[in-house]
């Protein structure tokens, strides 16, 4: 997915830039980025290829090229940034976390309109951040070209813009992706983030959130509002579930608290709690879940798999599904006092693809497993994610969910057909899916979190979450399926 993090200050700020956008690491897998504006007004920018190898181990050498007062960081799971743009509304640079759908449409049309040309990347797409650019440049001011990409884009796109020593801010239209404001209070820097995680350990004091298609500017000790926020959020929910770093706030939300409560909700869904013996989390997003349900059945937490961090300490994955798999086996390793003559349960934030789990069941049992239970954090996901560029989940075919109703339809379900049905838990299609993926994953029982309860553990109005990866419901109607069903979520 990606994520960013930007610094102005009266004095250098490299060291919070670099720790700023450090702390975004286990949000993309495969560039990282710096620029930092000089004391003599030119921008610095570094960018590593982090796919092998850590952000930080990447920058550590380099650091010593930056010097200044203002800087943009970003890991991004996709193109290279920060990009530095010579336009006619001045030189600056920028970042995205963004994902645009119809990227070749807005290229197709720009050519039309006389823009010569679009750089490409090595793997022959474009670079979503640099139509991003294009799109703003188009218009007389930055505010209004950013305004303009945000109407232009399907998708989302959430931007820092470094110019003349400032930051220009800028949340998604439909604040899929929060953006929240920080300041040191002991000398008036200012940051703006992704992941308020960044803000405690640098002592950056939570400012605000930006509201939905918000645009702001930030100087030291300044914070200036350049467009109001919009009227409706679709915040991903994902961020609290499996995204978002366990320190971290959402809308005001702690991610680690609602996941506890998520897990709580799962407990208080299983009638009793005889077949079980002890709760475990798979690391690292499954562990607050899990500890939340071992409070609520009042069963033992223990670690019945472990990760080992020194090497494998991000919860991202490579793009490739092989390596995927390599490293998903790799860095759990099987605890077998804790698991030997045991009844397990696990607590996961999502089942997407299945195929981690069930390598994990083969390998527990194989260490004497009596019997093991699974409650996923969320619900069957039954459609990809068309607006961010999430990871784990590019096609249809990669969801166990999916996957499983086609079996029971015994022919392909497009992505327009009417699945709700499926996502009706109680209902007997619903049964049937979850007893499919069941099977498949070798599992004694398996639960899914409700939609409800999902909502309830986040704790935010259900209008202002974005469920689309579970119902199919987009009520901005930028997903572009007819399996939307605005009308129910308005
Ligand atoms: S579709 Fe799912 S992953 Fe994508 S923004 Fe919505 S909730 Fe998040």
Not at 111 to 134: C, D, K, Q, V
Not at 246 to 262: A, D, W
Request: hydrophobic fraction near 35%.
């Amino acid at each position: 997915m990606g994520g960013f993090f930007g610094v102005v200050s009266s004095t250098d700020c490299v060291a919070e830039l670099f720790y700023g956008t450090d702390y975004h690491s286990h949000l993309g897998t495969r560039r990282g980025g710096l620029a930092m504006t000089n004391c003599d007004g030119n921008i610095t920018r570094r960018i590593h290829d982090i796919s092998n190898a850590q952000f930080r181990s990447k920058f550590d050498g380099v650091l010593h090229e930056f010097k200044g007062c203002c800087g943009i960081g970003v890991i991004s799971d996709f193109e290279d940034q920060p990009l530095l743009v010579s336009s006619r509304l001045g030189t600056y640079a920028i970042v995205t976390v963004s994902k645009i759908m119809n990227l070749h449409d807005l290229a197709e049309e720009s050519f039309r309109n006389g823009s010569s040309h679009f750089s490409e990347m090595s793997n022959g797409e474009l670079n979503p951040t640099e139509m991003i650019a294009s799109l703003i440049n188009q218009k007389q001011t930055l505010q209004e070209g950013i305004a303009f990409a945000m109407d232009s884009i399907k998708g989302s796109c959430s931007l820092l813009i470094m110019m003349n020593g400032k930051i220009i801010a800028a949340r998604d239209k439909y604040g899929r992706t929060p953006v929240s404001i920080g300041k040191r209070n002991t000398d008036g820097a200012m940051a703006v983030t992704i992941e308020t995680s960044a803000f405690p350990n640098l002592d950056f004091q939570h400012l605000r959130d930006l509201g939905p298609g918000e645009i702001v500017q930030i100087s030291n000790n300044q914070m200036e509002q350049l467009q109001k926020p919009g009227d409706m959020t679709q915040i991903c929910s994902f961020f609290w579930v499996y995204f978002g770093y366990p320190s971290s706030n959402f809308e005001g939300i702690n991610t680690e608290c609602s996941r506890y409560k998520n897990g709580e909700l799962l407990a208080e869904a299983d009638e009793n709690f005889d077949e079980i013996d002890t709760v475990s989390g798979i690391p690292d997003s499954g562990v607050a879940h899990a500890i939340g349900y071992s409070n609520a059945s009042k069963k033992p937490y223990q670690r019945a798999l472990v990760k080992y961090t020194p090497t494998w300490p991000r919860s991202f994955m490579p793009q490739s599904q092989a390596a995927r798999s390599l490293v998903a086996r790799m860095k759990l390793i099987p605890v077998e006092e804790q698991i030997r003559d045991k009844n397990l349960l696990f607590c996961d934030d999502s089942i997407v693809r299945g195929t981690q789990f069930k390598d994990i069941t083969r390998r527990l049992y194989e260490r004497g497993a009596k019997s093991i239970h699974l409650r996923s954090a969320s619900p069957p996901i039954m459609f990809p994610c068309p607006f961010l560029n999430f990871s784990r989940s590019r096609s249809v075919l990669d969801l166990a969910a999916r996957r499983a109703v086609e079996a029971l339809e015994g022919k392909k379900i497009d992505q327009d057909c009417n699945l709700e049905e499926y996502t009706t838990p109680g209902s007997e299609k619903y049964k049937a899916m979850v007893e499919v993926v069941r099977k498949e994953l070798g599992l004694t029982t398996l639960k899914y979190q409700s939609l409800e309860n999902l909502i309830k553990a986040i704790g935010l109005p259900r209008e202002k979450i974005c469920t689309y990866c579970y119902d199919g419901c987009d009520p901005t109607g930028q997903c572009g399926c007819c399996g939307c069903k605005k009308e129910e979520k308005a």
